[in-house]
């Protein structure tokens, strides 16, 4: 089981930026998927989540407005579409994959190998 994050990398504040994250090696119907972060010297943290039907989407706080994630079945990837960055956003950014979890909690079964995202100033 594979999870392979992409599209990290520097940008201005304000600026944009898309990360996917291509799940391979068994079907992930059913499983939610997740983002999350971690910065130097914090614990990592809950970005967003979807549903396998992609009817339900869920949102940290400081992310509302900002995030959109959203998910392909088709092509296993799931994407986090970042508007309007802060250099707060500066993290590596993880995608996760879980059969039955709170999508907020870092209980997920599986997890990538995280981009890194550094916003400048």
């Known amino acids: 089981v594979q999870l392979q994050a992409s599209g990290g990398g520097l940008v201005q504040a304000g600026g944009s930026l898309r990360l996917s994250c291509a799940a391979s090696?068994?079907?992930?119907?059913?499983?939610?998927m997740g983002w999350f972060r971690q910065a130097p010297g914090r614990e990592r943290e809950f970005v967003a989540a979807?549903?396998?039907?992609?009817?339900?989407?869920y949102y940290a706080d400081s992310m509302k407005g900002r995030f959109t994630i959203s998910r392909d079945k088709t092509k296993n990837t799931v994407y986090l579409q970042m508007n309007s960055l802060k250099p707060e956003d500066t993290a590596v950014y993880y995608c996760?994959?879980?059969?039955?979890?709170?999508?907020?909690?870092?209980?997920?079964?599986?997890w990538g190998q995280g981009t890194l995202v550094t916003v400048s100033s």
């Open positions: 996760a994959a879980a059969r039955s979890v709170v999508p907020t909690s870092l209980n997920y079964d599986y």
């Open positions: 090696g068994r079907t992930f119907t059913g499983y939610v």
């Open positions: 979807i549903s396998w039907s992609g009817g339900s989407t």
